[in-house]
């Protein structure tokens, strides 16, 4: 087996969940099939990263998707990342590593530059920017399992493109959804991941000036 079946494509179907949960409405059918899974009974003892902070994390998504129920969710998923009211923490790479905070911005086309070297095509439902942290977390869910994706590649999207601002954006994410509810203990989660992600695979996050 090579290095990415052994290692990387562990990443992937954790990855993809997450990235679900960070993109799709979660009254859409993705994004219920995504929210179904991490409040269900399995997903805290499943969650290969980051145990035991994870499972906590898990049991708390749980407790909250039960209170508020998924109409409620879905009008969290609304205020955090849709609007019309400014949003806390807007989930675009370009916001926090542009100097303008633009989306569309510098990061938006060198990450197209990125998934054109990779092979990776993403079809958008409407004209929207690559750079959005849930898309990239699928990004890297597809790529790990992609044979057109080198290692190279995947160290390149985490290293480069996403973990740079990642921590920045779930802090301000964490603190705009607030104390215990189902959004804050996702950022959570997804911090945790990320850092387990960083010490199993050795990945060094470039130093890129954050703007945000």
């Known amino acids: ?27 859409s059918e993705k994004g219920a099939t995504a929210l179904r899974f991490v409040s269900g009974q399995e997903a805290a003892q499943a969650w290969p990263f980051g145990q035991p902070e994870a499972q906590t994390c898990l049991e708390t998504m749980a407790k909250a998707a039960e209170d508020d129920g998924l109409h409620e969710i879905h009008l969290e998923y609304n205020r955090l990342f849709i609007g019309p009211s400014k949003l806390p923490a807007p989930a675009w790479g370009s916001v926090y590593l542009d100097p303008e905070n633009v989306i569309f911005g510098i990061e ?21 920017p690559e750079d959005q942290f849930g898309l990239m977390l699928m990004m890297a869910a597809f790529c790990t399992v992609s044979d057109n994706c080198s290692e190279a590649a995947v160290r390149k999207l985490l290293e480069h493109h996403l973990l740079p601002w990642a921590y920045r954006f779930l802090d301000q994410f964490e603190e705009g959804a607030g104390t215990g509810s189902f959004y804050a203990s996702l950022a959570q989660l997804t911090r945790i991941t990320l850092l387990d992600w960083q010490q199993r695979f050795e990945l060094y996050p470039d130093k890129r000036k954050l703007f945000r």
């Open 1 to 27: 087996e090579t290095f990415m079946e052994t290692t990387f494509r562990e990443i992937s179907q954790w990855a993809g969940i997450l990235g679900s949960l960070f993109y799709h409405d979660p009254a």
């Open 108 to 128: 938006t086309l060198e990450l197209r530059e990125w998934m054109r070297a990779s092979g990776v095509n993403m079809t958008l439902a409407e004209k929207e």
